[in-house]
């Protein structure tokens, strides 16, 4: 098979992927947003889809960079190893939302990678750079690390609207959250476009 035509496949399949992690992922983004009927399920969708898009011009594309020369030994990546970690991703993602599991899109996608690279090559392909060995580090850390982070600043927020909002009438919170909703799914939706999008940025790059 011509080179052009398997790099142009895997792009296609990578594109796949990122849009099963859209109906897998960014919908978190947007529910509070379409269940208390702040906004149509057809307009919530173009307000996440804008947001997730300006993500990478705002915020740099470092997790791009990550995933695409600090997770696996990039001389040991071929082709086929990219098409497996792909299809695994993706099988994952199927799987997990025919059956409603939260599951991370982002675990799957360099679940399937790094499994791909190591059936190739073996463990060498993890270990073998020192780039790599703290990427996992890094990577592993945080899927402990943030969701601590995210209790931690949730309780505190909560908190701190309860001691703020103590003295407002139900009808005048009601109308002020349903405003500030706008504002945390287009703040969700930068933090995807940031962050979960830009992996498959990041498998892209090494296809290219």
């Known amino acids: ?72 030994d990039i001389s040991l ?29 982002s675990h799957a996608l360099i679940g399937g990678y790094a499994g791909a690279a190591v059936t190739k090559a073996g463990l060498v392909a993890v270990t073998g750079c020192p780039g790599c060995v703290r990427g996992w580090t890094k990577t592993l850390s945080f899927i402990v690390i943030s969701p601590m982070i995210g209790l931690l600043a949730g309780l505190t927020l909560m908190v701190a609207i309860y001691w703020i909002c103590r003295r407002m009438t139900p009808a005048r919170v009601d109308r002020w959250f349903r405003r500030l909703q706008l504002l945390s799914a287009a ?7 940031a ?3 830009q992996k498959t940025m990041g498998i892209i790059t090494t296809v290219l």
């Open 1 to 72: 098979m011509e080179p052009l035509v398997v790099v142009v496949a895997l792009i296609g399949i990578a594109l796949l992927f990122d849009y099963i992690n859209g109906f897998h992922d960014a919908a978190n983004s947007i529910a509070t947003v379409v269940s208390t009927r702040v906004l149509s399920p057809g307009k919530a969708v173009i307000w996440a889809a804008f947001f997730n898009f300006v993500a990478a011009f705002a915020f740099g594309t470092a997790v791009a960079s990550t995933v695409g020369k600090g997770m696996i």
């Open 77 to 105: 990546v071929t082709f086929g190893v990219i098409f497996a970690g792909l299809c695994g991703a993706i099988a994952l993602d199927l799987i997990t939302w025919w059956l409603g599991l939260p599951t991370s899109s």
């Open 195 to 197: 962050n979960d999008a």
């Open 187 to 193: 703040l969700f939706s930068l933090n995807h476009g």
